[in-house]
């Protein structure tokens, strides 16, 4: 329970579903703010307070569970490590795949609990056969399943998502208030928990350092500089302060981040179209296609708020490789890209490479 | 419910309440001249004289505070403050270990007005390195400001050698404050006798001792200080000039007589309590340690050594708060020890001073015995324990491996 709406609710129909709950806040930082600043950010006293006193309306037992060191090395580091290595990552999948579904479900399946609620918005359905599948949430706008992707079979077991049908956040916030939990009108977070005001070029800035590096075209040739290749993310447009304009006089967008060098590439946007995506770091969420290794139909999807576009995916030379039917703008390594076959997620990939639909010397 | 964490708070006694409710009914702001107020008044001062009778101090000297915590604060600024008037006293002397009443409001002093805080180690019993505190009294003894410190630890149970520290600080002419908030009720205290006993002269040796009355069966709400006659203090808040100007605000003439009620019926029973209590904490001490040979007693393993409500274990392997929701699930209420912001807990600053690892102060765990627990709730406990301790071992630490790691 994170002090927020949706895990409100969703405790509060396990309850209704005649489970035995209990409401547990995980202490993701040793030093917690005290009240939350607009709608960023999370885990503030201000937040256990909420959760606290959403399972006291509730009437279940409520424990705030530490799991601060887990956060700090397998979301935050990790975080730091990616963008240094020019990739970008999303800490929230990692906190997913690492803490929610993994030392938070670990340790409560030891204590005693068979599952993990939360207040995503996705569905776990069960096939014929038992096994259980991770589906898009029936409100599309608000489908969380992509964060979900990183689940597997094993985790599937064991999670629970009580917001799953519901057709919108409204009608939460709404059952939020007809129940009487104070945080039925409580602003939604947003972007990245443990960057607090929002700055993730500034706090990156303070953990990696800054350094002037090379801003080069894709011929090679240096148009400007920059003060730290981690800054910038592929796609991006704005900030990169070019002195020399382009020929064309067209914008220009980042295509690439070279870390090991301090080296940003930027080029046109039409160079930003990527015709394959591939990772090697991939898994199924439950069960595993038949036959991976033959080119199925798909759709994958790059983003948590990205459109799915229609792909044909197969596994080859120990990566999911992923080939969109048309061109996709703003892939960068770090992404994860999820693979769904209608509703279902069929399982997901890091981005470790991509491959540019648009030759150099087009 | 068994309830086995009488340091977090205790039972009212029944006395306590009733003097509570019969005097929620008078009327009369004890300030007031006319005769309602007189007699709040005589309420007022009938209970505090009776709160100082069982802390050997006169009435006069004692300060009804909203708080054990503030307590704590105005003994500690007060003094500071206070001893900044005439000279610059820059030196804050704190063992390490301290509760967070203290360890905070010492951080604030140096943080905003340039104190220099200087922690005295503590052993691996929990107790205060007196060679240490000797050799920070005698360089420069002049310069240090105060001297504050626990009259018994709140989390490991370790008695602090009270009157040796009292004794340092009287021959080097330094004020001492003892927050006695976890021994009140626990141990005997007597300030005067203290004070005649280490030869202290006017304003130095210990002037000031913290009290709270929740502790000892009294209401939450309601604290003092005591504050020697030769001790001057500057006030944390200012108004009305109730209670010698130390303390202004009306004054709580019901909490007070509560107070006072729960402070005589415990000073009254105190040895006899204090041996019944021991009993029962040696065998949670012994059938822990038979239970689960596993588990390690922390702090002073003397009985005569520990606060006799006192018991604490660290779980190594384990996770105090996976101990502390299943024993709860059990229907067993203990604490992990150590205070928590919004129940965010934080490996045990105590354990850390003591010289232990991280990894055992989380797995601690605190069982505290009050005036009121029996021999069934110890049972209780003790039933529960090795089932609680054989899953929170699976559990593990949430710091430890996940499967992503294997």
Known sequence: ?362 | MVYLDHAATTPMLPEAIEALTGALAVVGNPASIHSAGQQAKRLLEESREQVAATLGADGIEVVFTGSGTEAVNLAIKGLWWHRQADASRPRLLVPAGEHHATVDTVEWLAEHDGALVEEIPLDELGRIRLDALEAALTRDGASVALVTMLWANNEVGTIQPVEEVARLTARAGVPLHVDAIAAYGQLPIDVHGLRRSTGAAPGTGIVALSVSAHKIGGPAGIGALVLDRSAAVEPLIHGGGQQRKVRSGTQDVAAAASFAAAASVVAARLEADARRMSALRDRVISGALAEVPEARLSGDPDPDGRLPGNVHLSFTGCEGDSLLFLLDAAGVAVSTGSACQAGVPEPSHVLMAMGRSETDARGALRITIGHGSTEADVDAFLAALPGAYAQASRAGLAARATSFDR
Not at chain 1, 46 to 65: C, F, H, K, T
Not at chain 1, 98 to 111: C, D, G, S, T
Not at chain 1, 172 to 178: I, L, M, P, S
Not at chain 1, 243 to 248: H, I, K, S, Y
Request: net charge negative.
């Open chain 1, 1 to 362: 329970m994170s002090g927020g709406v949706d895990s409100a609710v969703a405790a509060a129909r396990a309850v209704d579903a005649g489970h035995e709950v209990v409401g547990v806040h995980l202490a993701l930082s040793r030093m917690p703010g005290t009240l939350r600043t607009g709608s960023r950010g999370c885990c503030t006293i201000e937040d256990s307070m909420d959760a606290q006193r959403a399972a006291n309306v509730l009437g279940i037992p409520y424990y705030v569970w530490d799991f601060s060191e887990r956060f700090k090395a397998d979301v935050v580091d990790d975080f730091i490590a990616e963008y240094s290595a020019g990739r970008t990552p999303n800490p929230c999948m990692r906190c997913n795949e690492r803490i929610k579904f993994a030392a938070l479900l670990e340790k409560a399946l030891a204590l005693g609990f068979d599952a993990v609620a939360t207040g995503h918005y996705a569905s776990i359905v069960t096939d014929a056969a038992g096994n259980k599948e991770l589906h898009r949430a029936s409100a599309w706008a608000k489908d969380q399943s992509y964060v979900l992707g990183v689940l597997t079979a094993e985790q599937l077991e064991h999670a629970y998502f009580p917001l799953g049908d519901t057709p919108s956040k409204d009608l939460v916030r709404a059952e939020a208030a007809r129940r009487g939990l104070s945080v039925a009108q409580k602003p939604d977070s947003h972007d990245i928990c443990f960057i607090s005001d929002g700055d993730t070029k500034g706090w990156l800035a303070e953990r990696v350092g800054t350094a002037t590096g090379d801003v080069v075209d894709r011929t090679g040739a240096v148009v400007g500089s920059h003060e730290g290749a981690h800054a910038f993310t592929v796609g991006q447009r704005r900030g990169l302060h070019l002195g020399t304009p382009a020929p064309d006089g067209r914008p220009r967008f980042v295509l690439e981040v070279r870390p090991k060098d301090n080296t940003v590439v930027v080029g046109p946007k039409e160079a930003l179209a990527i015709g394959e995506i591939a990772g090697s770091r991939f898994t199924w969420a439950g069960e595993p296609p038949s036959d991976a290794s033959t080119p199925f139909e798909c759709e994958v999807q790059i983003r948590a708020h990205a459109d799915p576009v229609p792909a044909v995916a197969v596994v080859t030379g120990g990566e999911l490789v992923v080939t969109p039917q048309h061109p996709l703008d703003g892939v960068a390594p770090g992404q994860t890209a999820v693979v769904y076959v209608g509703t279902r997620v069929l399982g997901q990939c890091t981005i470790d490479r991509t491959v540019s639909a648009v030759p150099v010397d087009a």
